[in-house]
């Protein structure tokens, strides 16, 4: 039987990040993940500053740098942010192949490969564990990196209920004929949550992230196309008008003219035939919760999603399970893995517990309008709340201060 220091299911970025690290730290370690070739995570691919300066290598990975990004409230206002710290969006396939071939290159054992929590049998010294192909393996440590819907996390930590996860579905969708394809970010109106469009290399991701209690698919879906339409609608009016004349155009979003009923029919003709439809789900953790639920025991681990590690208020979970799993590889070549617990509660808990405190006053109201309405309102008008807004977009503004923070640059002179 083969013997492994670390078996990790999952080998999306929590679980290709901690091979990597424990690999080169010396510690034997086999990654299984099952999924098919070619088929990608369904995700925005949003990797915020904070994680591109905590490990630059992550710039080699084939991808887009945004330095400028449109905002819309929920009643349509426009905000323009010029970002002091570009963000990159990635393809999740370029993006996790890059990170599990440096996996390999530190001598991680790769295989392509379901675990499922059954075959996993704890034993005095270790876990005894069956792959798919019949195959048993034995391991000192079993960790589950194996995402939101992860099985080995209901089997180590429990269940999570089910109003503790968020949706996010969305299309995948050519770039427009200009090649001139903006990011977005747009609060939704009525609803918990915000439409995204990323673009990539070769696509756009436009998505609506919102949370599962709230989720009534047929009208976020129709929130979704309109989304879609005005994108496209102000990318074919910079083609007629030119992009030096038009560059300057806005999004007209939730809420729909009759004179552009011809254009959008036609837009929506054309997505109907080229869009990508996909959905998954990402876990919003209860303020109590934070308090509750384990990441480690006794020869486990749970990393990422699967550990619930994920912002509650934007969905943003690539930079989290990153941590994890540095934090938890570093316990562990420390020769006290346990302590992982007490790493990851000091070093993000809080603040994720803080977010999902924050998350019904972010989508709630703030003076009779969206908090998000009024935040967009104020920052037009003045330079240190939008810096404020450019840090959050950034992940370098946590929640903790963020009311603070924004109330003290609304005092200080424009
Ligand atoms: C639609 C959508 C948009 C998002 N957009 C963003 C964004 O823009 N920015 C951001 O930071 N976050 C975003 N997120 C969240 C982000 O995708 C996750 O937080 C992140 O992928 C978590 O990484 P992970 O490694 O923990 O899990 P995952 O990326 O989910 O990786 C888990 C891996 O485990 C494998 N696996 C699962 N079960 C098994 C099994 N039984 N055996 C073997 N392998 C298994 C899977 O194939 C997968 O490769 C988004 C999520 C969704 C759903």
Not at 186 to 214: K, N
Not at 225 to 236: H, I, N, Q
Request: hydrophobic content about 45%; glycine content about 10%.
């Amino acid at each position: 039987m083969d013997r492994f220091d670390v078996l990790i299911v999952g080998a999306g970025p929590a679980g290709s990040f901690a091979a990597e690290r424990l690999a080169r730290g010396g510690v034997s370690v086999a990654l299984f993940d099952g999924r098919p070739p070619g088929e990608p995570k369904a995700c925005g691919g949003g990797v915020t500053s904070k994680a591109l300066k905590a490990w630059p290598h992550l710039l080699e990975a084939v991808g887009r740098t945004i330095d400028e990004l449109d905002m819309y409230s929920p009643s349509g206002k426009h905000l323009h942010l010029k970002l002091d710290e570009p963000f990159a969006v990635y393809s999740r396939i370029a993006f996790d192949t890059f990170l599990r071939e440096r996996a390999r290159e530190a001598g991680a054992q790769v295989f392509a490969e379901k675990i499922s929590a059954r075959g996993c049998k704890q034993s005095d010294d270790g876990w005894i564990v069956r792959a798919q192909s019949g195959a048993e393996l034995f391991s000192a440590w079993l960790v589950g990196a194996d995402g939101a819907n992860s099985p080995i996390a209901k089997k180590l930590a429990g269940p999570l209920p089910p109003a503790e996860m968020e949706v996010a579905f969305g299309y995948r969708a050519p770039l427009p004929d200009d090649g001139n394809a903006a990011t977005v970010v747009a609060f939704l109106p009525h609803w918990v949550g915000y439409a995204w469009a990323f673009p990539r290399i070769d696509h756009i991701s436009f998505g609506i992230a919102t949370t599962q209690d709230a989720f009534d698919h047929d009208s976020l879906d129709a929130l979704m196309w309109d989304f879609m339409v005005a994108y496209y609608e102000v990318a074919r009016y910079r083609t007629a008008r030119g992009s030096e004349r038009a560059a300057h155009s806005t999004m007209q979003i939730w809420k729909r003219a009759a004179t552009h009923a011809v254009e959008a029919a036609s837009i929506r003709l054309e997505l109907n035939k080229t869009a990508e439809r996909y959905a998954a789900r990402i876990p919003g953790l209860a303020p109590r919760t934070w308090d509750t639920r384990r990441a480690c025991g006794e020869r486990w681990a749970l990393l990422g999603d699967a550990a619930g590690f994920a912002d509650p208020v934007t969905g943003e979970g690539i930079y989290y399970a990153l941590r994890s799993a540095e934090l938890f590889a570093e316990c562990y070549l420390a020769g006290e893995p346990l302590k992982y617990e007490q790493r990851w509660r000091a070093d993000f808990g809080r603040e994720l517990q803080r977010a999902s405190q924050m998350r019904r006053k972010f989508y709630g109201n703030f003076w009779g309008a969206p908090f998000t309405d009024r935040m967009i309102e104020f920052a037009r008008g003045h330079r240190g709340i939008r810096k404020v807004l450019g840090q959050l977009v950034a992940g370098d503004q946590g929640y903790v201060d963020l009311k603070k923070k924004l109330a003290r640059s609304a005092l200080k002179p424009l």
